[in-house]
């Protein structure tokens, strides 16, 4: 049995063990209508894979002329695939390069007075060159004497894939009912084996086509087609497609931001008491008492009280709180709160009549400016004045108070997904950072926004806020209900008691018992295999030909020449198969050169970002 299997195995690699292969045997004569034989010879048939095929849908000819352009390019095509030739054409003009989609068209044997064409298609479906700017083209190079002698002849494989590439392009990006099965090279031309797909429709318009453009659509149209599918309709009322229910969340991480610009007022006010509020700018002065002299009259000594009431919203917005300045004829002494914070002209703590003699028959003036910050917390305060009169008098008190009313930001984040990511049935599924896609069905993408800088408050507070994000909007995929799982205990069971020559095995049985037993077990032999498939690394001297709008490449360099590097598979005798022209860089082996590759990469995208401008600075 085991070389039945190493022998069907060892016959189905011949037919499919690589690309070329799997071409040769299968995709070729598929399309193209010719026989496909089974993977051990033994049956023959032709398959109908395509309504119509040819062997010769396109075949370029050329023939280079002594200045090393391609002087004539003859195009045949069999445009109804009925198998024979119906339209033959000539480029009119030279081909001095030639482009992934277009060619090059110059003054023979130089690169002057350049025109640059793309290959196109006409209403009728006819090939044709349409005039471009160059960097409308990709992968130009050049052919003629300019930049080197005999490298169309020398290269004949290489430019007549690249010629013939363009012209197949344009015909399959016109009509996407056309497939090309394979390419064969005949000396100087080359034959595309074609087929039209079995879409079967006289329309090059396929409705298929469609989901090009718009991708979107295949979803909204694979579960319109659902819906009436007897299978699938089968499949999801099963117990595998019943037994599992997810349920989509949403929520979102949101940095919400306040910016509060108060008005000095609304800081501090003078709600009851005194006689006067003198503003100016984010400064206040508060005035009490009665300052006219004489204004007060007394007995032997009088005791008149003024009282002040200050509200404080927000004591933090206060820079400077100070008692100023007071006066009295004859004796004055001011409290906060109550509490005793200065008096004149001498000390005078109690609530009583002055420690002296009451008519001092003059006015005295202080100016403590004694902090008052620490007695203005939030709330009311009561500033009391008592003033002492004998005879006539008055008495003054000033507090003056500047306040911070800028613009401030009161910035709180609001975290919605909380619950729903603590619950373990629920897994991230996507997620939107201020735009960017940092998560896509359950896989993280990689991608982080750049922190944002945005501008908050409107015109009358515009405030700058740099956060690393303002809004995560995500989706959560949460499993609500779980199939019924199948009883895995034998096969855990005999997982941990077998050995490699050893299996353990354990059955239930009718009466709900367990049932243990062992035999002798073993692996056939499964032979070595090799750790990797043997490649060798050759190179090729070329001449460095690549054509842009500054002109070719080799004119611009020192050394006009370089290298094309080519990965054989070696042979079964290990032995390095390099083509003409090919040195041996790396004998057969297990080659690694991701290193290099990346490298490579890395170079060529950082000299393209270079070369690119753009409206900002990067």
Same mark, same amino acid.
């Given at each position: 049995?085991?070389?039945?299997?190493?022998?069907?195995?060892?016959?189905?690699?011949?037919?499919?063990?690589?690309?070329?292969?799997?071409?040769? *045997?299968?995709?070729?004569?598929?399309?193209?209508?010719?026989?496909? !034989?089974?993977?051990? +010879? !033994?049956?023959?048939?032709?398959?109908?894979?395509?309504?119509?095929?040819?062997?010769?849908?396109?075949?370029?000819?050329? $023939?280079?002329?002594?200045?090393?352009?391609?002087?004539?390019?003859?195009?045949?095509?069999?445009?109804?695939?009925?198998?024979?030739?119906?339209?033959?054409?000539?480029?009119?003009?030279?081909?001095?390069?030639?482009?992934? +989609?277009?060619?090059?068209?110059? $003054?023979?044997?130089?690169?002057?007075?350049?025109?640059?064409?793309?290959?196109?298609?006409?209403?009728?479906?006819?090939?044709?060159?349409?005039?471009?700017?160059?960097?409308?083209?990709?992968?130009?190079?050049?052919?003629? *004497?300019?930049?080197?002698? +005999? @490298?169309?002849?020398? +290269?004949?494989? !290489?430019?007549?894939?690249?010629?013939?590439?363009?012209?197949?392009?344009?015909?399959?990006?016109?009509?996407?009912?056309?497939?090309?099965?394979?390419?064969?090279?005949?000396?100087?031309?080359?034959?595309?084996?074609?087929?039209?797909?079995?879409?079967?429709?006289?329309?090059?318009?396929?409705?298929?086509?469609?989901?090009?453009?718009?991708?979107?659509?295949?979803?909204?149209?694979?579960?319109?087609?659902?819906?009436?599918?007897?299978?699938?309709?089968?499949?999801?009322?099963?117990?595998?497609?019943?037994?599992?229910?997810?349920?989509?969340?949403?929520?979102?991480?949101?940095?919400?931001?306040?910016?509060?610009?108060?008005?000095?007022?609304?800081?501090?006010?003078?709600?009851?008491?005194?006689?006067?509020?003198? $503003?100016?700018?984010?400064?206040?002065?508060?005035?009490?008492?009665?300052?006219?002299?004489?204004?007060?009259?007394?007995?032997?000594?009088?005791?008149?009280?003024?009282?002040?009431?200050?509200?404080?919203?927000?004591?933090?917005?206060?820079?400077?709180?100070?008692?100023?300045?007071?006066?009295?004829?004859?004796?004055?002494?001011?409290?906060?709160?109550?509490?005793?914070?200065?008096?004149?002209? !001498?000390?005078?703590?109690?609530?009583?009549?002055?420690?002296?003699?009451?008519?001092?028959?003059?006015?005295?003036?202080?100016?403590?400016?004694?902090?008052?910050?620490?007695?203005?917390?939030?709330?009311?305060?009561?500033?009391?004045?008592?003033?002492?009169?004998?005879?006539?008098?008055?008495?003054?008190?000033?507090?003056?108070?500047?306040?911070?009313?800028?613009?401030?930001?009161?910035?709180?984040?609001?975290?919605?997904?909380?619950?729903?990511?603590?619950?373990?049935?629920?897994?991230?599924?996507?997620?939107?950072?201020?735009?960017?896609?940092?998560?896509?069905?359950?896989?993280?993408?990689?991608?982080?926004? @750049?922190?944002?800088?945005?501008?908050?408050?409107?015109?009358?507070?515009?405030?700058?806020?740099?956060?690393?994000?303002?809004?995560?909007?995500?989706?959560?995929?949460?499993?609500?209900?779980?199939?019924?799982?199948?009883?895995?205990?034998?096969?855990?069971?005999?997982?941990?008691?077998?050995?490699?020559?050893?299996?353990?095995?354990?059955?239930?049985?009718?009466?709900?018992?367990?049932?243990?037993?062992?035999?002798?077990?073993?692996?056939?032999?499964?032979?070595?295999?090799?750790?990797?498939?043997?490649?060798?690394?050759?190179?090729?001297?070329?001449?460095?030909?690549?054509?842009?709008?500054?002109?070719?490449?080799?004119?611009?360099? *020192?050394?006009?020449?370089?290298?094309?590097?080519?990965?054989?598979?070696?042979?079964?005798? *290990?032995?390095?198969?390099?083509?003409?022209?090919?040195?041996?860089?790396?004998?057969?082996?297990?080659?690694?050169?991701?290193?290099?590759?990346?490298?490579?990469?890395?170079?060529?995208?950082?000299?393209?970002?270079?070369?690119?401008?753009?409206?900002?600075? $990067?």
């Amino acid at each position: 049995m085991e070389e039945r299997a190493r022998a069907a195995a060892e016959a189905s690699r011949a037919k499919s063990g690589d690309s070329d292969a799997l071409q040769q *045997n299968y995709v070729t004569p598929g399309l193209a209508g010719q026989q496909i !034989s089974t993977v051990d +010879n !033994s049956r023959t048939f032709a398959p109908n894979i395509a309504c119509q095929k040819t062997a010769s849908m396109l075949e370029v000819l050329v $023939q280079p002329a002594g200045t090393g352009d391609l002087g004539k390019v003859t195009i045949a095509r069999d445009t109804d695939l009925d198998g024979t030739v119906d339209s033959t054409a000539n480029l009119p003009v030279p081909v001095s390069g030639i482009c992934a +989609n277009g060619i090059v068209s110059c $003054q023979p044997g130089t690169w002057n007075g350049c025109s640059f064409f793309r290959w196109d298609v006409d209403g009728g479906r006819a090939l044709k060159l349409t005039s471009v700017d160059m960097p409308k083209l990709a992968g130009c190079y050049c052919l003629n *004497n300019s930049c080197g002698t +005999n @490298l169309a002849w020398g +290269n004949m494989a !290489s430019v007549l894939r690249d010629l013939g590439g363009g012209m197949i392009g344009a015909l399959t990006t016109a009509d996407p009912r056309y497939g090309v099965a394979e390419a064969v090279i005949d000396g100087p031309s080359i034959r595309y084996v074609g087929a039209r797909s079995t879409a079967c429709s006289a329309n090059p318009d396929l409705p298929q086509t469609a989901y090009r453009a718009n991708p979107a659509t295949i979803a909204s149209d694979a579960y319109a087609a659902s819906t009436s599918n007897s299978v699938f309709q089968a499949l999801k009322g099963s117990a595998t497609g019943t037994g599992t229910a997810l349920q989509y969340r949403h929520c979102s991480i949101e940095r919400r931001v306040t910016v509060l610009k108060p008005g000095a007022e609304d800081i501090i006010s003078r709600t009851s008491g005194g006689y006067s509020t003198i $503003q100016n700018g984010s400064s206040f002065d508060f005035l009490m008492g009665s300052p006219a002299d004489n204004s007060l009259a007394g007995g032997s000594c009088t005791l008149i009280d003024f009282r002040m009431t200050l509200h404080v919203n927000d004591p933090d917005r206060i820079v400077d709180a100070r008692l100023a300045q007071f006066f009295a004829d004859d004796w004055a002494q001011v409290r906060i709160d109550g509490q005793f914070i200065g008096s004149g002209p !001498s000390a005078w703590t109690s609530l009583g009549l002055p420690p002296g003699k009451c008519e001092l028959k003059k006015t005295f003036y202080a100016y403590p400016n004694l902090d008052l910050r620490p007695y203005l917390t939030a709330g009311d305060h009561e500033i009391w004045l008592r003033v002492a009169v004998a005879e006539g008098g008055e008495g003054f008190a000033q507090v003056h108070v500047e306040v911070d009313n800028s613009c401030k930001t009161l910035e709180q984040v609001v975290d919605g997904c909380g619950a729903i990511a603590s619950d373990p049935q629920c897994k991230l599924d996507s997620e939107l950072v201020d735009g960017v896609q940092t998560w896509i069905n359950g896989v993280v993408t990689g991608l982080r926004p @750049l922190p944002q800088t945005r501008i908050l408050g409107g015109p009358s507070c515009p405030t700058q806020l740099t956060r690393d994000f303002f809004l995560k909007d995500r989706t959560y995929r949460c499993a609500v209900d779980d199939i019924a799982k199948p009883d895995t205990s034998r096969g855990a069971y005999i997982i941990d008691h077998s050995t490699e020559t050893m299996l353990a095995d354990r059955t239930r049985q009718s009466d709900g018992s367990y049932a243990t037993s062992t035999r002798a077990f073993s692996l056939p032999d499964r032979g070595s295999v090799a750790a990797c498939e043997p490649v060798c690394k050759t190179r090729a001297a070329k001449a460095n030909s690549e054509a842009a709008p500054d002109g070719v490449v080799g004119a611009k360099q *020192n050394v006009p020449t370089g290298y094309d590097t080519f990965f054989h598979a070696c042979t079964a005798d *290990n032995q390095c198969p390099a083509g003409p022209g090919e040195e041996v860089v790396s004998a057969c082996g297990c080659l690694d050169d991701f290193p290099e590759a990346v490298v490579m990469m890395q170079t060529v995208r950082l000299a393209g970002a270079d070369m690119v401008c753009t409206g900002s600075v $990067q």
